[in-house]
Structure formats: structure tokens, C-alpha cells
């Protein structure tokens, strides 16, 4: 049963243009939202984090929004660089739980 | 920096042997993960532990174990590896906190079942 989705395995998006990445869940108790980026052979790296009282968080060119109502969160890159090129996962907790449930990744590639 | 540091990058192990996956972190955090990454899968949360000697099995502890007895280290065990077990496993660690700090993740070990 994954609780966590990425219904798109991979996206290309032309350098300049903005990525949309997205992602939907199922488990009302979660609460707590983040965006992880990996690169081959290494371990994934934290990006940006939203927590359920929040609808938006900013950080530089990424964004993350969040529309609970629809149990969906998209990651918005703008402009798109070609170091963005990786596999990005989204990730959701419930009530301070110390684990995290992760979706299956979107491999993103920015193209020069 | 966090540095979470896994001691093999690749690994390759036959059928029926127990395989050793060590995992130490720098950062004195309480808590600790096992994941394991398969394409179009993602990353599952295999066991995890929140203090020392302490194991909580995650979503698919079957065929693994664990152990922890300092808090920087923490073990994850094939006991009788099987070619299913070939995969990416990642190491996290992360602090206990009421911020929700984030894990930070070793750079993985591919092992190999043959």
C-alpha cells in the first residue's frame, strides 16, 4: 500500500523553463511534508520541507506547495539549471513519528 | 557537517551468506534508518532505531536484522542473503527533535546476490 505517490516517473524540462514535480498521499495523520534530491551514487540530500499548517514554503528557486484538502504537494524549480537533473523524492511523516515514508521518485532532467 | 558514513560502497555477496552492513554517524544523533532503494519502488524503510540496543521494524523488516550498541553505529544484518536482497541500501540518521530536523543520508551500499 504506498501512502506516498509520484504518479510521474520522469520529467524533462528545458534549462530556463520551471519543473513541476508532484506528489499525493492517503494517510490523513500526515503532517509533515519534505523534498529530497539524489544523484547518482550518492545518498539523498534534503531540499525543502512544509509542514501541514503552512500551504507554501520558499527557499531560494524551490517551492513547495501544499493543498491538504487534495492530499497533494508539488515541487515548483524555477528557473530549471541543468545541475537540477537528478531523481527527486518526496517524503511525509505523521505527528512527530520518527519515520519517514517516501514516494518512488521522479528522475527530472533539465536540458540545456 | 553531518557525516553519515557507510563502510562499503559495493558489495557482492553469494546466496545463503550473512552480510554485514555497518553505518556510523558523527553527529551524536538519537535516531538511525536502514532504507533500501528499488526502482519504481523508491525507498523503504527496512528498521530504524531511536536509542541505543533500541530496534523498531520499519515497512519490510523480513530478512533483516539490526543491531545497535553504541550510538553512533548502527548495523544491518542479512542473515542468509537472498537475490532479492539485491538493492541500494542508504543509511540515515537524524536528531530527535520537536523541529522535525531532516535525515541525513550515508552514500549507499550497492549490494550485489548472486
Known amino acids: 500500500d504506498q501512502q506516498v505517490k509520484q504518479n510521474s516517473p520522469s520529467l524533462s524540462v528545458q534549462e530556463g523553463r520551471i519543473s513541476i514535480l508532484n506528489c499525493d498521499y492517503t494517510?490523513?495523520?500526515?503532517?509533515?511534508f519534505l523534498w529530497y534530491k539524489k544523484y547518482p551514487a550518492e545518498g539523498p540530500t534534503f531540499l525543502i520541507s512544509?509542514?501541514?499548517?503552512?500551504d507554501k514554503n520558499e527557499d531560494g528557486r524551490f517551492t513547495v506547495f501544499l493543498n491538504k484538502s487534495a492530499k497533494h504537494l508539488s515541487l515548483h524549480i524555477v528557473p530549471s539549471q541543468p545541475g537540477d537533473s537528478a531523481v527527486y523524492f518526496c517524503a511525509a511523516s505523521a505527528n512527530l513519528d520518527e519515520k519517514l515514508t517516501f514516494g518512488t521518485g521522479t528522475r527530472l532532467t533539465i536540458i540545456p | 557537517d553531518v557525516k553519515v558514513t557507510q563502510s562499503s560502497r559495493y558489495l557482492v555477496k553469494r546466496t545463503g551468506e550473512k552480510v554485514f552492513l555497518e553505518c556510523v554517524q558523527d553527529m551524536d544523533h538519537e535516531n538511525m534508518f536502514w532504507y533500501r532503494q528499488d526502482p519504481g519502488l523508491g525507498l523503504r524503510l527496512i528498521y530504524f532505531?531511536?536509542?541505543?540496543?533500541?530496534?523498531e521494524k520499519g515497512d519490510i523488516p523480513e530478512g533483516y536484522s539490526v543491531s545497535r550498541e553504541k550510538k553512533e553505529r548502527f548495523s544491518l544484518i542479512l542473515e542468509s542473503a537472498s537475490t532479492n536482497q539485491t538493492s541500494m541500501y542508504l543509511c540515515?540518521?537524524?536528531?530527535?527533535?520537536?523541529?522535525?530536523?531532516?535525515?541525513?543520508f550515508g552514500n549507499g551500499t550497492r549490494l550485489t546476490v548472486t
Open positions: 494517510n490523513s495523520m500526515f503532517d509533515y
Open positions: 532505531s531511536y536509542d541505543v540496543k533500541m530496534k
Open positions: 540515515a540518521s537524524r536528531a530527535w527533535d520537536r523541529d522535525n530536523s531532516p535525515l541525513h
Open positions: 512544509i509542514s501541514s499548517i503552512k
